[in-house]
């Protein structure tokens, strides 16, 4: 549709101390370094990294990517992998509700998000979440 550009990866960057027998540490992201310059549109903006750690609000907007599985029927539990990369919007939470909630929620290496039944799955890790500001 003449939205998508496509772009070659020239190096990925893996997390040091990424272990792929235990993903719950928070380590399992990577940076892709691309052979050439992203050209700017309405739909292609890049994401910048902020060059200090930022407190995003409570109640703040926020988005997450992926092409992880979605639901096909809620009510048996079905699951299919999408054909395209699917967006949802969330909002920043309170760290003390998902410290409560989950005895292994770590303030390092996470960040707590209310989600209202949208939710990252298995296929999503890794991918992301921006927060505009």
Sequence with gaps: NGMEQLLTVDRVIVHPNYNQDNILEGTDLAILK???RITRS??????CFPSSRVNVALGSPCFFTGW???????????????????EAQI???ADLHCQQSSPKFSQVHSSCFNTEGRS?????????IFCPS
């Design 120 to 128: 990252p799955c298995s296929g999503d890790s890794g991918g992301g």
């Design 91 to 93: 909002e920043m939470g």
């Design 34 to 36: 691309l052979s050439n």
């Design 42 to 47: 309405a739909a292609v903006i890049p994401i």
């Design 68 to 86: 992880g599985k979605v639901f096909t029927n809620w009510s048996n539990g079905s699951l299919r992998m999408p054909k395209t990369l699917r």
